[in-house]
């Protein structure tokens, strides 16, 4: 069965500090990996999808950045956090043409201080 | 610009009475629409998804209405209880996307009181 990995699960994090937030996906080859963030009672954003190794698409431009070293791996990351990163980040993957829904990660709580 | 457009934005009832949440969409391109559910710091969790060939499907107590002409799907829970409160997330995605990226409505947070 797949599984996906994300973490760490809680982070707090001054500003201008640099971030790095990890997610692995197992059971699984060549997925559709996307980062979404929650902020405080709100929706779903969509910030990066891939699908691919090195294939990066941005939904919004921002102050983070991802990459995807490799197939089950894709990473989030930030030079110089902002207070307006804070938020609810999560990992999820989904199949290719095929939609079956999107499986999530557990999240990461992200607190800039 | 939202994409899918979901009400209402919390939602409040009785043990054993029904939760109805309501999405509309505009894209005729979106042909799949799963409903997600959050627990409080817990990623969403897949619960119930519908094709655009049937008008309604259930699972249990959770049932997905589809009106294709009306471009409206909606959420019934059925018998609801505490341990439905959670941020229940709408979504939509056209299969030709090969980027397979859903489109969420902004949540509904349900409290159902004992």
């Known amino acids: 069965s797949q599984t996906i990995h994300q973490w760490p699960a809680t982070l707090v994090q001054p500003v201008g500090s640099p971030l790095s937030l990890e997610c692995t996906v197992e059971g699984t080859s060549n997925p559709n990996l996307y980062w979404y963030r929650q902020a405080a009672g709100r929706g779903l954003q969509l910030l990066f999808y891939?699908?691919?190794?090195?294939?990066i698409s941005s939904e919004v431009p921002q102050n983070l950045s991802a990459s995807r070293p490799q197939d089950r791996q894709f990473i989030l990351s930030s030079k110089k956090l902002l207070l307006s990163d804070s938020g609810f980040y999560l990992c999820?993957?989904?199949?290719?043409?095929?939609?079956?829904?999107?499986?999530f990660g557990s999240g990461t709580r992200l607190t800039v201080v | 610009q939202q994409q899918v457009k979901q009400s209402p934005q919390s939602l409040i009832v009785q043990k054993g009475g029904i939760s109805i949440i309501n999405c509309a969409y505009e894209?005729?391109?979106?042909?799949?629409f799963p409903w997600y559910q959050q627990f409080p710091g817990k990623g969403p969790a897949l619960l119930i998804a519908i094709r655009p060939d049937v008008s309604e499907k259930k699972e249990g107590r959770f049932t997905i209405s589809f009106n294709k002409s009306a471009k409206q799907f909606s959420l019934h829970i059925m018998d609801s209880q505490p341990g439905d409160s959670a941020t229940y997330f709408c979504a939509a995605s056209p299969t030709w996307n090969t980027g397979n990226q859903f489109y969420f409505g902004t949540g509904t947070s349900l409290t159902v009181i004992p």
């Open positions: 894209n005729t391109a979106f042909d799949y």
């Open positions: 999820a993957w989904g199949r290719g043409l095929a939609n079956y829904g999107y499986t």
């Open positions: 891939s699908v691919g190794i090195g294939q």
